[in-house]
């Protein structure tokens, strides 16, 4: 370990400081790069653009990025699922058997390309004529499939699309907000302290009901047995409380585990 006297460069001011400056990192036994203003004035930035995020959209921006990611997930899927109910049976069919076979003239178009690298590598020219030719009833094939087939049922789709994932979003991100304040209101603060006061602890760690580990204390969650989605007039109800790990709490959503 150096001495504290000694001088270290800060990566982001450039100033030579001595180590006393500069955070210990106990487990890697060594210092940070950069010194511990600098590692100040850098949280008060990232906290502040946090602030910024959340008086402009209501949420964080990881929570924001996960919502859109859901939200799209299920906005597609149900765009999907409206748009080929409306088809026929025999245009449904179609539509799907020509996705298949796009799906086979892409993975062709990619071997082609692959075999003919190899072959350009090992100095085969013989058979490049052959993998050029497939790629190009590929290409053509994958084109004819999207133009006539599969590309007007994919643009309705997104048409659907387009208008389904606002009405998704907003309905997410009123729901998340609404979770939030439950869950700094001071009513559930003092149940959750009531609640885990009742709850005895085995060698000083509380137990998860859900997959019987042991949870230290700044992993302990209180979970719902009952959703508060699905049950809200249980919300503030002991009785269908549980301690949970944040892992196994977050994991389940609000399906109901270990229900008999």
């Known amino acids: 370990m150096p001495g504290l006297h000694q001088l270290k460069k800060c990566t982001l001011c450039g ?32 906290r502040h653009l946090v602030e910024q995020h959340v008086q402009k959209h209501g ?22 699922e409206t748009v080929l109910s409306g ?9 799907r058997w020509a996705q298949w076979l796009s799906q086979i003239c892409g993975l062709v178009l990619l071997l082609s390309i692959l075999f003919g690298l190899f072959g350009l590598i090992r100095g085969h ?21 999207n133009r006539h087939h599969t590309g007007p049922v994919d643009s309705e789709i997104s048409r659907h699309l ?21 869950y700094r209101s001071p009513e559930w603060r003092i149940m959750r302290k009531v609640f885990l006061r ?26 719902h047995f009952k959703p508060r989605s699905k049950f809200p007039d249980l919300a503030l109800e002991i009785t269908n409380l549980r ?18």
């Open 59 to 80: 949420v964080t921006p990881k929570i924001r990025e996960r919502i859109e990611r859901e939200v799209t997930q299920k906005a597609r899927q149900q765009a999907r």
């Open 87 to 95: 088809l026929s049976p025999e245009h449904r069919k179609r539509y």
């Open 15 to 46: 100033k030579a400081l001595r180590h006393s400056s500069f955070r210990y990192i106990k487990y890697f036994n060594g210092w940070r790069a950069i010194c511990k203003r600098c590692e100040a004035q850098e949280k008060k930035k990232k």
């Open 198 to 223: 009742t709850k005895k602890k085995i060698n000083d760690c509380y137990i998860c009901e859900i997959c019987q580990g042991a949870i230290w204390h700044t992993d302990v969650t209180v979970d």
């Open 125 to 145: 020219f013989d058979w490049l004529a052959l993998l050029l030719l497939t790629g190009v009833i590929a290409v053509a094939g994958k084109g004819y499939l």
């Open 162 to 182: 387009g208008s389904i994932y606002p009405v998704l979003y907003k309905e997410q991100l009123r729901e998340r907000i609404e979770y939030e304040r439950f």
């Open 243 to 260: 301690t949970a790990h944040r892992r196994c709490n977050s994991s389940k959503g609000d399906t109901i585990v270990g229900e008999e």
